[in-house]
């Protein structure tokens, strides 16, 4: 079970110092919130707020694509499983042969040819082309008021220290308060259980973050930037990770330089929450990015797929 369905199912406290996720319930208007009970922030490191909010009917249990203003699929891209939502005036967006499933759209939902829609489009305005199939529409969603999940986060005091791991060596870090954190090529992080507080992470193409000797949930709390070019892995029944990125820099997830290097490059698989940064998933060929992922505008890359992580 991944790190936000234990948020969104369960609301179990799970972060260690500074951090607390409320339950929502299943249907109907609901906001829960909880403050965190950590010691005070860093002028640079906090507090930060994260909301998340789905149609009324829904959960924040439910989507695995979670746009707070649009989510954009690209041609020949698949939603292999979980439902899309939009919740803004960008609203969805396909390409040419994309496949989803089932699509809530606030905006108007533009579909261009030969989009294949398996479950229901929720959405007052819809553009279509030809060749779209469409399993079932809505046209009357009720967007209003949105279920809603809120917690805040706050860095702990002290004076962060930089790590950074050279081209084909290894470190392991311990959970806590870090500055600068980067991987270079090669190079592999390994993170314990617990919660980490970095101002920067910097995961270079062909390097590798690794939770699998983890026997608990791994947050990795980032306030600033994020470059996230390697492979995260490791990932498991016991070892689950959310990254939460609080920078306002668009994001790119993936390590695409495999298929011109050679190897493997291995899709992210866990959860990723950007509160105010644009977060694209990019194609791998070693198979679908597996999680949640929320953020003001999500987009899958062309060819990309993504499946739902419960």
Same mark, same amino acid.
């Given at each position: 079970? !991944?790190?936000?369905?234990?948020?969104?199912? !369960? +609301?179990?406290?799970?972060?260690?110092?500074?951090?607390? =996720?409320?339950?929502? &319930?299943?249907?109907?208007?609901?906001?829960?919130?909880?403050?965190?009970?950590? /010691?005070?922030?860093? $002028?640079?490191?906090?507090? %930060?707020?994260?909301?998340?909010?789905?149609? $009324?009917?829904?959960?924040? *249990?439910?989507?695995? #694509?979670?746009?707070?203003?649009?989510?954009?699929?690209?041609?020949?891209?698949?939603?292999?499983?979980?439902?899309?939502?939009?919740?803004?005036?960008?609203? %969805?967006? =396909?390409?040419?042969?994309?496949?989803?499933? $089932?699509?809530?759209?606030?905006?108007?939902?533009?579909?261009?040819?030969?989009?294949?829609?398996?479950?229901?489009?929720?959405?007052?305005?819809?553009?279509?082309?030809? @060749?779209?199939?469409?399993?079932?529409?809505?046209?009357?969603?009720?967007?209003?008021?949105?279920?809603?999940?809120?917690?805040?986060?706050?860095?702990?005091? &002290?004076?962060?220290?930089?790590?950074?791991?050279?081209?084909?060596?290894?470190?392991?870090?311990?959970?806590?308060?870090?500055?600068?954190?980067?991987?270079?090529?090669?190079?592999?992080?390994?993170?314990?259980?617990?919660?980490?507080?970095?101002?920067?992470?910097?995961?270079?193409?062909?390097? /590798?973050?690794?939770? @699998?000797?983890? /026997?608990?949930?791994?947050?990795?709390?980032?306030?600033?930037?994020?470059?996230?070019? &390697?492979? %995260?892995?490791?990932?498991?029944?016991?070892?689950?990770?959310?990254?939460?990125?609080?920078?306002?820099?668009?994001?790119?997830?993936?390590?695409?330089?495999?298929?011109? #290097?050679?190897?493997?490059?291995?899709?992210?698989? +866990?959860?990723?929450?950007?509160?105010?940064?644009?977060?694209?998933?990019?194609?791998?060929?070693?198979?679908?990015?597996? @999680?949640? %992922?929320?953020?003001?505008?999500?987009?899958?890359?062309?060819?990309? *797929?993504?499946?739902?992580?419960?």
């Amino acid at each position: 079970m !991944t790190i936000a369905s234990r948020m969104l199912w !369960t +609301g179990l406290t799970l972060f260690a110092v500074g951090s607390v =996720a409320g339950a929502v &319930g299943c249907s109907g208007a609901a906001s829960e919130t909880d403050e965190a009970t950590g /010691t005070q922030a860093q $002028d640079l490191s906090g507090p %930060f707020t994260v909301t998340l909010a789905v149609p $009324d009917p829904l959960s924040p *249990k439910v989507p695995v #694509l979670e746009g707070s203003n649009g989510v954009t699929v690209n041609s020949n891209s698949t939603v292999l499983s979980g439902t899309v939502v939009a919740m803004g005036a960008s609203g %969805f967006a =396909a390409g040419t042969g994309a496949v989803v499933n $089932d699509v809530w759209s606030r905006g108007t939902a533009h579909l261009s040819s030969s989009v294949h829609v398996r479950g229901t489009l929720h959405a007052s305005s819809t553009v279509t082309m030809l @060749g779209d199939v469409i399993q079932a529409t809505d046209t009357n969603p009720p967007f209003d008021p949105p279920t809603t999940l809120t917690w805040t986060v706050t860095y702990p005091t &002290g004076t962060p220290a930089n790590v950074s791991v050279p081209q084909n060596q290894s470190e392991t870090l311990a959970p806590g308060l870090y500055g600068t954190v980067s991987v270079g090529s090669n190079g592999t992080l390994n993170l314990a259980a617990g919660t980490y507080y970095l101002t920067t992470l910097s995961v270079s193409p062909r390097a /590798t973050v690794n939770v @699998g000797q983890a /026997t608990g949930p791994v947050i990795v709390y980032v306030s600033t930037s994020a470059t996230l070019g &390697g492979s %995260f892995t490791g990932v498991s029944a016991t070892a689950d990770l959310l990254v939460g990125y609080f920078g306002t820099a668009a994001i790119t997830v993936g390590d695409s330089s495999c298929t011109i #290097l050679g190897g493997t490059c291995l899709p992210f698989v +866990g959860s990723i929450v950007a509160p105010s940064a644009t977060v694209t998933l990019l194609a791998l060929s070693a198979g679908p990015h597996s @999680g949640f %992922f929320a953020a003001p505008q999500l987009v899958l890359a062309a060819n990309a *797929k993504v499946q739902y992580r419960g």
